[in-house]
């Protein structure tokens, strides 16, 4: 499991317009007025920058990342005050939840298992705010013969293993909603997509590289094709990715210890 610092760079203007402002500002709200904030699989600190200017100066961040390039991108990259610590996601009981007013994380429940949501879930105490998980569900234009058949595979290579257990993939967004009100928190859920147009060629055609080199990966033979085709329609097309925002509250009348 991992993503490259040129990757999530190109990604970051888009996330940025994706995610649900609405979401995103009661994220803030609710860390309150001395926000410690724990970001979970950081990558080049993002988060903090689509948050900035919606939290108080003197907001600290955790940021935590199981990659030490990573890592060290976003402590070139982030003004925040801010804390890096590297560390692997996989044991729940280790985060170092202690002093959080507010956890975060930016396109990883898609990429975790339910076991891992479900124990998190009952060790945590604060607000949860997790955005751009992929919902399963993406448009082309124009479209191409084999695109739902693309998309049929790439939605099985996402429910495999990512370092974390047979991953959510797709069904990250209702399934950590569902765990998440069992555990006693109020959930809200807002859609995110990526609508990429030509302005975003660079991107579309990474994305589509990955798309068809996961769809190959589950048993599609043809998917390399499928790349090459959407590869030169790049420049005039347009590729729309769903995703989905998520903010879980704790019911403050029963407390948890983490």
Same mark, same amino acid.
């Given at each position: 499991?991992?993503?490259?610092?040129?990757?999530?760079?190109?990604?970051?203007?888009?996330?940025?317009?994706?995610?649900?402002?609405?979401?995103?500002?009661?994220?803030?709200?609710?860390?309150?007025?001395?926000?410690?904030?724990?970001?979970?699989?950081?990558?080049?600190?993002?988060?903090?920058?689509?948050?900035?200017?919606?939290?108080?100066?003197?907001?600290?961040?955790?940021?935590?990342?199981?990659?030490?390039?990573?890592?060290?991108?976003?402590?070139?990259?982030?003004?925040?005050?801010?804390?890096?610590?590297?560390?692997?996601?996989?044991?729940?009981?280790?985060?170092?939840?202690?002093?959080?007013?507010?956890?975060?994380?930016?396109?990883?429940?898609?990429?975790?298992?339910?076991?891992?949501?479900?124990?998190?879930?009952?060790?945590?105490?604060?607000?949860?705010?997790?955005?751009?998980?992929?919902?399963?569900?993406?448009?082309?234009?124009?479209?191409?013969?084999?695109?739902?058949?693309?998309?049929?595979?790439?939605?099985?290579?996402?429910? @495999?293993?990512?370092? $974390? %257990?047979?991953?959510?993939? /797709?069904?990250?967004?209702?399934?950590?909603?569902? *765990?998440?009100? &069992? +555990?006693?928190?109020?959930?809200?859920?807002?859609? @995110?997509?990526?609508? $990429? %147009?030509?302005?975003?060629? /660079?991107?579309?055609?990474?994305?589509?590289?990955? *798309?068809?080199? &996961? +769809?190959?990966?589950?048993?599609?033979?043809?998917?390399?094709?499928?790349?090459?085709?959407?590869?030169?329609?790049?420049?005039?097309?347009?590729?729309?990715?769903?995703?989905?925002?998520?903010?879980?509250?704790?019911?403050?009348?029963?407390?948890?210890?983490?």
């Amino acid at each position: 499991m991992g993503f490259t610092a040129d990757w999530l760079a190109l990604r970051e203007p888009a996330d940025g317009a994706a995610r649900d402002a609405a979401l995103l500002a009661r994220a803030a709200e609710v860390a309150g007025p001395e926000p410690v904030i724990l970001d979970l699989g950081c990558g080049t600190g993002s988060t903090t920058r689509a948050m900035a200017d919606l939290l108080p100066k003197a907001t600290r961040w955790r940021l935590l990342d199981g990659d030490q390039a990573l890592l060290d991108r976003a402590r070139a990259e982030t003004s925040a005050e801010a804390e890096f610590i590297l560390q692997d996601l996989s044991d729940v009981d280790a985060l170092p939840l202690a002093g959080v007013t507010l956890v975060t994380a930016s396109a990883l429940l898609d990429l975790v298992s339910e076991d891992w949501v479900a124990a998190f879930a009952q060790r945590l105490n604060v607000p949860f705010y997790a955005a751009l998980s992929y919902d399963g569900a993406m448009e082309w234009a124009p479209e191409a013969p084999d695109d739902r058949e693309v998309e049929t595979f790439f939605n099985r290579h996402q429910r @495999s293993d990512k370092g $974390l %257990g047979r991953a959510l993939g /797709p069904d990250a967004g209702p399934r950590t909603a569902a *765990i998440f009100e &069992a +555990a006693g928190f109020d959930v809200k859920l807002a859609q @995110s997509p990526w609508e $990429l %147009g030509p302005d975003m060629a /660079p991107l579309q055609t990474l994305l589509n590289d990955g *798309i068809a080199s &996961a +769809a190959e990966e589950a048993g599609l033979s043809h998917a390399p094709k499928w790349a090459d085709q959407r590869r030169k329609s790049a420049e005039h097309g347009r590729t729309r990715v769903g995703h989905v925002d998520l903010l879980a509250l704790p019911d403050t009348r029963f407390q948890k210890t983490s």
